[in-house]
């Protein structure tokens, strides 16, 4: 089946291109928030992680944490981005319960970050995604609607949490592309530590910014924007029931209002949440309790210093070193954690034999046991040393599956399991001889039918050896015995 | 010892460390003047018996080290106060008691000084003469039905009328100069930077600086010392040298060159002033300092910049007074209603005018012709300053167009309000310190002030020029005792 990347709404007369741009509400990894020493713990209960600062008490002032900025440049600098040595932060004005200053602190016209790109490995090739720009903000604290009937809860404990909206320019143009986008985003992120990429936890939520236009078309349609979508999969159905929609409203001669809308989850649809006319103002301005924030050539280059190996250059070097084909690199190094495991294995193992297991047996384990790779039953010393025994020779492939079974139970060591079980593999040729003597010797007549021409029997006497082996005679060795007796 | 309030601060605090007086004396003859002093509406919150407990403790293990050893000290209410009420003279927050304490009055109490209570200020320092203070108006000492000046109104009165040996302020457009000068008392806004804004309810915070009030440039000096340091809980504030304000003070101020900016001779001056103006450069020269006529071209436009940038700023921190967390809230029908009530209700009219011009200005499409153009302006203000301070020391100018008005004058007409910040309102927006001094008296008897600006950082040598300026002006402020 031929893959490919292209997707199109068609109609009878008519096929549409989807354009679609995303903001991305990363939250920055930081034990405490963007202007205040709070924790910003997950789960915490409510209001127990919220200043005076975050609470707006009068004449409190925000500080700003040096290290959400570092966070900032550390994923500009993932994102092959411009680094804006001055930024400003700004006042986005409007009223909400859950908003305690009446504003968020966030960058408007000069972002800490500016132009930078990501790359996406498509089926049928690569993409580039351009990022037009990261700023830092706040987040708002939590109105909880669903506790009273008639009144509503605030919890604070996320009001100030450093947010990094990242916004891509609107090079997207389907919901695979914004799967790999998503992925790729958050696989960057995690690599460099500033992100967990966590979108049960809210940490990761994204705008999603969608036009139509006929293919072939030049000039971008009307967009809409669907707020606040916290998944890959509701993003694409939302993609696809927007640029439906709007398709819908094409094709019977009506026009789109820009708007922003809302995705609803169990009606699979997006609804209006509020035209342009009714957008709010939002009166930005300079915040006057901040400076400016200046950063030098000596932060960032102690930042750069500070930079792992990212997935693109990760890959490229397995591919380069170890020989491995571009799917199998992409699997290894798209989560940080597989290509830690993985390095971990191949430390004192074979490269081959360890992207098979990995990429197989252990993937086929965690699938099932719904496990990440940081939990692994399975340690990436033990995978190691079960590699190496199949390596030398000590097991055979097949063994070691079934070792390899043993040892999902409680990290076992498989040399442990090799030498309780004895399973280790008979390749003493003199003993192997011994037993193909007796297989032999008990099938006369199979003998006799197989030198007279019926070399399928080849495989039955293998098995036989196999059998008087218990399973541990190495293959090669009885191939090879085998063959020069019946041969001979 | 009869008279312990009209003492000045140094000199109690000389009192003090001669064992002659004890801290609780001293508070309570405090208590008792201020007790007998209702009329003048001073205090939104008193803290007097606090106070006299915190006076027996230090009397038990007085620490003379101490820069303001036992000394009870008044504060304007926009301060807060751990566990003592904090309005900002505002309906809005008239039952909110702080759990923290700002950076400022923290290091007052570091040094020895007791919280005496919390004065009358116009609502949000939004005024000129504390008529907007939903506490009502404070009289002023020097005449009755007369305004003792605003935002600060409540401290330059409990001050002049020695409920208080010394007190703080804070000044956005003019807040402590201008009822300093109302007041015959001396009032220092420092540096923007020098003084921390942590713990103060915002009104405007790129103009918003605190900063001490006194009888004599000695004690502001000394409340300087104290007040003004490094804070790292304030963003805005500033590393620098910091004089020791007190003991670095001289008179001697020859050579020094004084600059007399030609702009600040506004249409429709009082001759008084311009006599009172005269009367300074005088002195001045008598003190061995020279006189340079300056231009500050672009002082005109400092008003309506003022009044762009201050309300932008104030429409934005007051949008925390909202009744959902702290503070007074009217019930309503749902999110919205709750809100329209609350601040409908919470705040007096003044703050509104304000938080609607400020709103307007920063809407979109309004921004740039308003909000951006005066920031520019107040660029170009700034300059003006700069280049000045390339040929001179400071700059000597009137710190009020006139002298106290009576008590509803001008409330009908917030621009002639306005314009009472006409001298003041430049020093904010270029963030420089400035110190007025009482002068004189108008031909109804009433103080006058001058105002000294220095450049950035430079306090000490605008308290040296008041210093010695003060020496031989030898102003005596004639307070009868009239509501008593």
């Known amino acids: ?32 928030k963007l202007f205040s020493s709070s924790s910003t713990k997950f789960g915490a209960e409510p209001n127990t992680q919220v200043s005076f600062v975050d609470a707006a008490f009068p004449g409190m002032l925000p500080v ?15 994102l092959k981005a411009k680094i804006n040595k001055k930024s400003i932060f700004d006042r986005k004005n409007y009223f909400y319960a859950d908003l305690p200053q009446g504003y968020q602190i966030s960058q408007y016209k000069y972002p800490i970050i500016g132009e930078g790109k990501v790359i996406l490995d498509m089926a049928d090739g690569q993409k580039e995604i351009g990022i037009e720009r990261l700023h830092l903000e706040q987040d708002a604290g939590k109105s909880i609607h669903d506790i009273d009937p008639t009144n509503t809860f605030v919890d604070l404990n996320r009001s100030g949490v450093a947010l990094m909206e990242i916004v891509s320019k609107p090079d997207l143009r389907s919901p695979d592309e914004v799967n790999a986008y998503i992925k790729k985003l958050r696989s960057i992120m995690r690599y460099l530590g500033t992100c967990d990429g966590n979108m049960q936890e809210g940490s ?154 990995i990429t197989g047996e252990l993937f086929a384990v965690l699938n099932e046991k719904n496990l990440e790779i940081s939990e692994s039953p399975v340690s990436s010393n ?54 193909i003597n007796k297989v032999i010797k008990n099938n006369t007549s199979k003998v006799e039918e197989y030198k007279s021409g019926k070399e399928k029997l080849f495989g039955f006497f293998v098995g036989q050896v196999m059998k008087e082996s218990k399973g541990k005679g190495n293959p090669q060795l009885i191939n090879k015995i085998l063959k020069d007796k019946l041969n001979g | 010892m009869s008279d312990i309030t009209k003492l000045s601060l140094n000199e109690l605090i000389q009192n003090i460390r001669n064992k002659k007086l004890s801290s609780t004396e001293i508070t309570n003859s405090f208590i008792e003047r201020s007790e007998k002093s209702k009329k003048l509406n001073t205090y939104v919150t008193d803290n007097f018996s606090s106070a006299l407990e915190a006076a027996k403790i230090f009397d038990e293990k007085p620490n003379m080290d101490l820069k303001l050893p036992g000394i009870p000290i008044a504060v304007k209410d926009l301060f807060c106060t751990n566990g003592v009420r904090t309005t900002a003279g505002s309906n809005i927050l008239n039952n909110f008691i702080p759990p923290y304490e700002s950076t400022v009055t923290q ?110 440039v000695k004690d502001a000096a000394l409340l300087l010392e104290v007040i003004s340091k490094f804070d790292n809980k304030d963003s805005t504030s500033i590393v620098f040298k910091r004089n020791k304000y007190s003991s670095e003070l001289t008179n001697n101020i020859k050579g020094l060159k004084i600059g007399i900016p030609n702009e600040y001779r506004v249409e429709g001056m009082p001759k008084e002033i311009e006599d009172l103006w005269k009367k300074g450069i005088e002195i001045i020269k008598d003190c061995g300092a020279e006189i340079v006529d300056i231009s500050l071209p672009t002082t005109k436009y400092a008003l309506p910049t003022y009044y762009i940038v201050a309300p932008a700023e104030a429409s934005s ?70 280049n000045v301070y390339n040929n001179v020391d400071a700059i000597l100018t009137p710190s009020t167009p006139s002298s106290a008005f009576k008590i509803g004058e001008k409330t009908d007409d917030p621009v002639s309000m306005y314009l009472n910040d006409i001298f003041t309102v430049p020093v904010n927006l270029a963030g420089l310190p400035g110190i007025s001094i009482p002068a004189g008296i108008d031909n109804k008897g009433f103080p006058l002030g001058l105002q000294i600006i220095g450049k950035p950082f430079d306090e000490q040598t605008i308290l040296n020029i008041a210093y010695s300026m003060e020496e031989k002006i030898n102003f005596k402020n004639n307070i009868t005792d009239w509501w008593m």
């Not at chain 1, 700003?64 to 993932?78: D, H, L, R, S, Y």
């Not at chain 2, 304000?354 to 107040?378: E, H, N, P």
């Open chain 1, 204 to 357: 990761l939520r994204a705008d999603v910014n969608v036009s139509v236009r006929r293919q072939g078309d030049d000039n971008f349609g009307t967009r809409c924007e669907i707020k606040n979508v916290n998944s890959i999969k509701f993003m694409q159905m939302a993609i696809i029931y927007e640029a439906n929609r709007q398709v819908d409203l094409i094709e019977e001669g009506k026009s789109i209002d820009q708007e922003t809308r809302l995705f609803d989850t169990k009606k699979n649809e997006t609804r209006s949440m509020r035209s342009k006319e009714d957008a709010h103002d939002y009166r930005y301005f300079p915040d006057p309790d901040l400076l400016p924030l200046e950063i030098s050539d000596e932060f960032i280059s102690q930042i750069k210093d500070e930079i792992p190996e990212l997935p693109d250059e990760k890959k490229k070097r397995f591919i380069d070193k170890f020989n491995l084909s571009s799917y199998e690199a992409n699997i290894l190094v798209s989560d940080i954690d597989t290509s830690k495991y993985f390095e971990e294995v191949i430390k004192n193992s074979d490269v081959k034999l360890a992207t098979n297991w």
């Open chain 2, 107 to 216: 290091s007052m109490w570091d040094e020895g000084a007791i919280l005496l209570g919390k004065l009358n200020c116009d609502e949000f320092a939004m005024g000129s003469s504390n008529e907007t203070s939903f506490f009502g108006n404070v009289q002023n000492p020097i005449g009755e039905n007369l305004v003792p000046g605003g935002s600060s109104g409540g401290s330059s009165a409990a001050l002049a009328a020695n409920l208080t040996p010394v007190t703080i302020g804070t000044d956005t457009g003019g807040s402590i100069r201008q009822p300093a000068s109302f007041t015959g008392t001396v009032g220092l806004k420092p540096t923007y930077g020098s003084c921390s804004r942590y713990g103060i309810v915002a009104f405007a915070s790129s103009l918003d600086q605190a900063g001490p009030m006194s009888q004599n």
């Open chain 1, 382 to 435: 033990n995978l190691s040393k079960l590699i190496n025994l199949i390596k030398d020779g000590t097991i055979s492939g097949k063994i070691a599956k079934t070792i390899f079974e043993e040892m999902i139970d409680g990290d076992k060591d498989p040399q442990t399991i090799v030498d309780q079980k004895g399973l280790k593999q008979e390749s003493d040729p003199k003993a192997l001889e011994e037993l």
């Open chain 2, 317 to 386: 921190n007051l949008a925390r007074y909202d009744g959902v967390k702290y503070g007074f809230r009217s019930e309503g029908e749902n999110l919205i209603d709750m809100y329209e009530k609350t601040r409908s209700e919470g705040f007096g009219e003044e703050v509104k005018r304000r938080i609607l011009i400020g709103t307007y200005v920063l809407s979109s499409g309004y921004y740039d012709a308003y909000y951006l153009k005066a920031q520019k302006v107040r660029q170009l203000i700034k300059k003006d300053f700069d």
């Open chain 1, 64 to 78: 700003i944490n040096e290290f959400c900025v570092k966070q900032a440049i550390k994923t500009g600098i993932g």
């Open chain 1, 1 to 32: 089946m031929a893959e490919t990347n292209q997707f199109f709404i068609e109609r009878e007369q008519n096929k549409y291109e989807v354009v679609i741009g995303l903001e991305v509400h990363a939250q920055v990894t930081s034990a405490s």
